[in-house]
């Protein structure tokens, strides 16, 4: 089955930043394994990418800009170059070529069943946020592989998760760092006001990174712009960080991009409470950060609410 995810009515003769993903059927494990987060290539693996590197070499109206490859797929990051008015049948021969030559060595070494699954599954990137995502994807693919696929198949999920900071007659589960939870830790509850304007936005998150530097655990629904953007900015600096949620947790829990490199490092508890919900809505989401606030001050913590001015409430 063909999965495409063109971009009606783009011109595609301007050039285009292309996600393409191409899977094996069924998913046979045959191009590499995983190893400590690296993707390390087989034999045929390794025949893989010099294909990969010759289509490039046959089609140079599309550019190779990221790769990965999985066991038992590829994501690519590719640019189809301005100026051809059939971009994107450039981009199907490319992928198209691609996928014969690396059949024709498949069939070379004795095998004799499908390797592709049918088509390719392609997706634009319309702006450099979307660019940067899919290369952070790309580049913690296979940490998330490694933490989806280590013991059980599955990050280890903890529950019940017993703490007395929590709200009392709610059954919680936790992925992660469940000691930061354990009462040796001090929270500081954070809430960032949607309205908050993106130029008091560095301003107030310095503020919150020095309050930070005195050992605290970050605690938030996360929801927000502005706590999205604090979390991403001090993930990158080793901050430790509880993230709750309003839905209930999967059985199978697969981590966000951001989420996998903190989970590799132990810096992250992700919680979530036992809900029939899958939708948070607004009185929910006041309840739960006035939950979340009376949590950090029970730890002997703070609760910091940053407002659309960029004026900050502390309570402790």
């Known amino acids: 089955m063909h999965h495409y995810h063109h971009y009606y009515g783009y011109d595609y003769s301007r050039g285009a930043v292309m996600f393409v993903t191409i899977s094996t059927k069924p998913r046979q494990s045959v191009f590499s394994r995983i190893n400590a987060g690296k993707a390390v290539p087989t034999e045929f693996g390794l025949m893989t990418l010099r294909e990969l590197k010759i289509t490039t070499l046959r089609v140079p109206e599309v550019k190779l800009s990221r790769y990965v490859l999985m066991p038992d797929h590829l994501h690519l990051l590719l640019w189809i170059k301005p100026g051809h008015e059939d971009g994107l049948a450039r981009l199907g021969r490319f992928v198209g070529g691609f996928k014969r030559a690396v059949r024709q060595r498949w069939k070379e070494l004795g095998n004799a069943g499908p390797l592709w699954q049918e088509g390719y599954h392609d997706l634009i990137c319309l702006d450099h946020d ?112 509880v993230h709750i949620k309003g839905t209930a947790i999967p059985v199978v829990y697969r981590p966000s991009i951001h989420e996998t490199p903190l989970f590799a ?51 402790a």
Request: glycine share 10%.
């Open 265 to 315: 490092a132990q810096k992250l508890l992700v919680i979530g409470r036992q809900t029939d919900e899958h939708e948070v809505r607004r009185k929910d989401c006041l309840a739960l950060n006035d939950a979340i606030a009376k949590m950090a001050i029970a730890s002997g913590g703070t609760a910091v609410y940053v407002r659309e001015d960029g004026r900050f409430d502390f309570h």
């Open 130 to 241: 979307f660019i940067e995502g899919v290369t952070l994807y790309i580049g913690y693919n296979p940490l998330k592989w490694e933490l989806m696929h280590a013991g059980k198949g599955l990050i280890p999920i903890t529950e019940p998760l017993d703490t007395a900071w929590l709200p009392d007659g709610t059954y919680w589960k936790g992925i992660g760092r469940c000691d930061l939870l354990d009462g040796s830790r001090r929270l500081c509850a954070v809430r960032i006001s949607r309205r908050l304007g993106p130029s008091l936005m560095p301003a107030a998150i310095a503020r919150l990174r020095s309050a930070l530097e005195k050992g605290f655990c970050l605690v938030s629904t996360f929801l927000s712009p502005g706590e999205r953007a604090l979390y991403r900015m001090l993930s990158e600096e080793g901050a430790e960080f």
